[in-house]
């Protein structure tokens, strides 16, 4: 006999909570007769989610588990009529559920809200766009088009929108990526089937299109896209794009499509401050349970530049901390002096990046190379230690050959001074973000 309970483990590692919680908390697996199981389901709208997305993987277990073979899964719902009633026709009566099931539904990662996305000066503009489009879907910023570099946010506001329409209207929200788009397309198209793609995507009350730059540039992509688009805007429909350029920059598409994206509100998120990458680190760190100080928040965002490179350091971080061990700065301190730079750019060469320090904090190359140590000579010579170190992937041993040292522990004595200076002061923030603009 095999054991759904242990199946249910392995499956609520693979979803978030509250989809789990949602969909399979109150199934329950048993056998019909040799040959055949049935999956009992909460109400028709479970089953119908559960039979759509999760069947194969509920099939694939049950093998893995030792379900004699072959046999046959039936995906039921509740039958009795007091337990419909109560229940309700599709889906749960419970609001937190039924909501939960709607972003499922929607393709919407049911972590993405407003309430966990942080807000600074570089995404305040777009973050106020998305809230009012949320708010009133249809008739205001429609289309709306976010555009910004990687790991800025964009997907995370998005999901935002569809995620607030679903919790405050009955609206239906869909998200997909562009390639999705493309893909359901191109396999309607083979499957003679392209009445089912236009009522997915043009009977919704919001669109939410990410990563258009990446949208095909055969014809008949370009002419589906552009009609699903006058459908939904004729009917005060929400269209949302995000790019990873302007739409003027999009290379190999439609003056017409262009035009639609123009229509709307185009604004751009810039890359996050010192402030706002601490702030976006505590709230990915509260979301893995993970307790960090500000002060080691900070040490992290001083040393590491891309948002999605912080993702990975705490993952990082999560895999080796052991469970009653707090994370201290030591810790975290020992973690980044393994950690790799980026790779080198033309523009973040060692030669471009000690010049850029030079001038910036007016000391000569020879001062730098040399032995002084004046504050200001110091200063800047750790200065090139560190972006050395975090802007290329120079080993410590590399960076002390560069600047002329014996020993490379002075090298890692230097970097991770000027990463507590920047955490703890806004000076020294200030003087690193000039120095790092030589590098945009």
Not at 163 to 169: A, F, V
Not at 303 to 326: A, H, M, Q, V
Not at 367 to 373: C, M, N
Request: aromatic letters at 8%.
């Amino acid at each position: 006999m095999i054991s759904w309970k242990k199946i249910l483990e392995e499956i609520q590692l693979e979803l978030a909570p509250t989809t789990f919680d949602s969909l399979f908390k109150k199934t329950e697996l048993n056998q019909k007769d040799e040959h055949t199981w049935e999956l009992h389901c909460i109400n028709e709208g479970v089953r119908f989610v559960i039979e759509r997305k999760h069947k194969m993987t509920i099939i694939e277990k049950m093998k893995k588990h030792g379900a004699s073979q072959p046999f046959v899964l039936v995906v039921t719902a509740a039958e009795n009529k007091e337990t419909a009633q109560e229940l309700g026709p599709l889906f749960p009566n419970n609001k937190e559920e039924n909501v939960a099931l709607r972003l499922h539904q929607s393709n919407l990662n049911p972590t993405s809200s407003f309430d966990n996305f942080a807000v600074s000066v570089s995404n305040q503009i777009a973050h106020a766009a998305a809230l009012a489009a949320a708010t009133e879907p249809g008739n205001v910023y429609n289309p709306l088009f976010i555009w910004g570099g990687v790991g800025v946010g964009k997907t995370h506001l998005m999901q935002a929108v569809g995620r607030k329409i679903i919790e405050s209207t009955d609206k239906r929200v869909l998200y997909c990526t562009t390639e999705e788009f493309t893909n359901f397309l191109v396999d309607s198209i083979r499957t003679k089937s392209t009445n089912l793609f236009r009522k997915k995507f043009r009977n919704v009350d919001a669109l939410l299109l990410d990563d258009i730059q990446f949208v095909s540039q055969r014809d008949f992509i370009q002419e589906e896209l552009f009609n699903t688009f006058n459908k939904l805007y004729s009917q005060k429909k929400q269209i949302m794009f995000t790019s990873d350029k302007p739409p003027r920059a999009i290379r190999n598409i439609e003056a017409r499509l262009t035009s639609r994206f123009l229509s709307g509100l185009v604004v751009d998120i810039q890359q996050p401050d010192f402030e706002l990458k601490t702030a976006i680190l505590l709230i990915k760190a509260q979301q893995k349970k993970m307790k960090l100080t500000i002060g080691a928040a900070k040490l992290i965002s001083a040393s590491i530049e891309e948002i999605r490179e912080i993702e990975g350091f705490l993952l990082k971080l999560y895999s080796i901390k052991k469970d009653d061990d707090p994370i201290t700065e030591a810790s975290i301190e020992r973690l980044i002096s393994h950690q790799g730079g980026a790779p080198t750019s033309s523009k973040t060469n060692p030669k471009n990046i000690i010049q850029a320090v030079s001038h910036e904090l007016n000391v000569t190359l020879k001062d730098i190379k040399g032995e002084s140590r004046k504050r200001d000579i110091a200063l800047a010579r750790h200065f090139c230690m560190y972006f050395l170190k975090t802007l290329s992937s120079l080993t410590y041993e590399d960076i002390a050959a560069i600047l002329g040292k014996k020993d490379h522990t002075t090298v890692m004595h230097g970097v991770q001074k000027i990463i507590k200076e920047i955490s703890h002061n806004s000076n020294m923030r200030i003087t690193a973000d000039r120095i790092r603009l030589y590098f945009s």
